[in-house]
């Protein structure tokens, strides 16, 4: 399988190991999607996300997770972006769980994403399949959100 590791798990086959990167805007829509290694630092995604971000022109600041470090903001400024890194509250410290007003929607798109089986288990043999499936998701998202009628899910 041209040196693609694959692994074995319940007689399917399974990718090694992959992360998908989202950027969405304050409604929780999918506006870039990249998918790689599982290996890959956060900084990869956000360079990545930033780069196709960029062309699309109306996006003028960005706020990014913890993981992401000085170079996201530094490629942030190169492409016209302002990148912010969200820090959690220090007076929130130790209380637990804590959502992040902003941060909270890329986590709430991923929710409504796992309602896809087909994104359920990263199955697809090509980071370009799984983005694809990804926003293929999202035109169900949408069309549901416009007329009101949703699509039976796997679950039941």
């Known amino acids: 399988m041209c040196g693609r590791r694959v692994k074995a798990e319940q007689g399917r086959r399974h990718s090694a190991g992959r992360k998908r990167g989202l950027a969405v805007d304050v409604l929780g829509l999918v506006i870039a999607v990249t998918v790689l290694a599982a290996s890959a630092h956060d900084n990869a995604f956000g360079i990545a996300l930033l780069g196709q971000v960029a062309p699309i022109g109306t996006v003028k600041k960005a706020l990014v ?92």
Do not use: C, Y
């Open 65 to 156: 997770d913890q993981g992401f470090k000085k170079t996201v903001v530094e490629h942030g400024t190169t492409v016209g972006i302002d990148a912010e890194i969200v820090e959690r509250n220090p007076a929130d410290q130790g209380t637990g769980f804590v959502p992040q007003a902003k941060r909270w929607i890329v986590e709430q798109t991923l929710g409504i994403l796992m309602l896809f089986r087909r994104l359920v288990r990263d199955d697809e043999s090509r980071p370009k399949s799984s983005e694809s499936r990804v926003r293929r998701a999202m035109i169900d998202v949408i069309a549901g959100r416009l007329t009101g009628q949703t699509t039976p899910t796997w679950r039941g």
